[in-house]
């Protein structure tokens, strides 16, 4: 389906598939978070890929890429893969919310975007960004910072190693999770 949509389809059905996208992401937030899906404004494309950039940019700032690496290096070796995996993205989820969107002094990266302070603020963020996940720049900059974060934390082999195994074993969907 993926490639059907970045390959195939005609721009209408694209164009349809991602207003879908953006409105389920959009409502499942709002539900959760008591934000009324319709108070979301529409972003333009340039604005969303300034955002994105400036997100990139703190992903991959010294600070928070150390602070992951230490965090990371500190959780004890498990017999299991798994668990130590899970862990290890629990600790780059942290980071992600708390430093590199919620952190910051004196305002956070939410509240610099014109988001909002605190939690309410980054939902607003997820709800107005989900418009823009799958465009090429926006997603580059995010690919690029996520793979800089995962090499730090430890788990860039590990999850290249996963995805060969999904990949050789014919399954599609992957049989792990992380929180």
Same mark, same amino acid.
């Given at each position: 389906?993926?490639?059907?949509?970045?390959?195939?389809?005609?721009?209408?059905?694209? %164009?349809?598939?991602?207003?879908?996208?953006?409105?389920?992401?959009?409502? $499942?937030?709002?539900?959760?978070? *008591?934000i009324d /899906? @319709?108070?979301i404004e529409?972003?333009?494309?340039?604005?969303?890929?300034n955002i994105?950039?400036?997100?990139?940019?703190?992903?991959?700032?010294?600070?928070?890429?150390?602070?992951?690496?230490?965090?990371?290096?500190?959780?004890?070796?498990?017999?299991?893969?798994?668990? %130590?995996?899970?862990?290890?993205?629990?600790?780059?989820?942290?980071?992600? $919310?708390?430093?590199?969107?919620? *952190?910051?002094? /004196? @305002?956070?990266?939410?509240?610099?975007?014109?988001?909002?302070?605190?939690?309410?603020?980054?939902?607003?963020?997820?709800?107005?960004?989900?418009?823009?996940?799958?465009?090429?720049?926006?997603?580059?900059?995010?690919?690029?910072?996520?793979?800089?974060?995962?090499?730090?934390?430890?788990?860039?082999?590990?999850?290249?190693?996963?995805?060969?195994?999904?990949?050789?074993?014919?399954?599609?969907?992957?049989? @792990?999770?992380?929180?």
């Open positions: 389906l993926g490639q059907y949509m970045t390959t195939s389809a005609p721009p209408t059905v694209q %164009e349809e598939f991602r207003l879908a996208g953006r409105d389920t992401w959009r409502v $499942v937030l709002g539900t959760a978070f *008591g /899906p @319709t108070t529409e972003m333009a494309i340039p604005d969303a890929r994105m950039h400036k997100v990139a940019q703190k992903m991959t700032d010294q600070t928070i890429l150390d602070a992951i690496a230490k965090d990371c290096a500190s959780i004890e070796p498990n017999d299991s893969l798994q668990i %130590e995996m899970a862990l290890k993205h629990h600790v780059v989820q942290e980071a992600l $919310v708390h430093k590199v969107y919620l *952190g910051g002094e /004196p @305002t956070s990266l939410v509240e610099d975007c014109g988001f909002g302070p605190g939690n309410e603020g980054y939902v607003r963020m997820q709800m107005t960004m989900a418009e823009h996940q799958n465009d090429p720049l926006v997603a580059q900059y995010i690919g690029t910072a996520m793979m800089g974060i995962l090499k730090v934390a430890g788990l860039d082999t590990a999850v290249q190693q996963q995805a060969e195994a999904i990949a050789g074993s014919g399954d599609a969907i992957p049989t @792990t999770t992380s929180p």
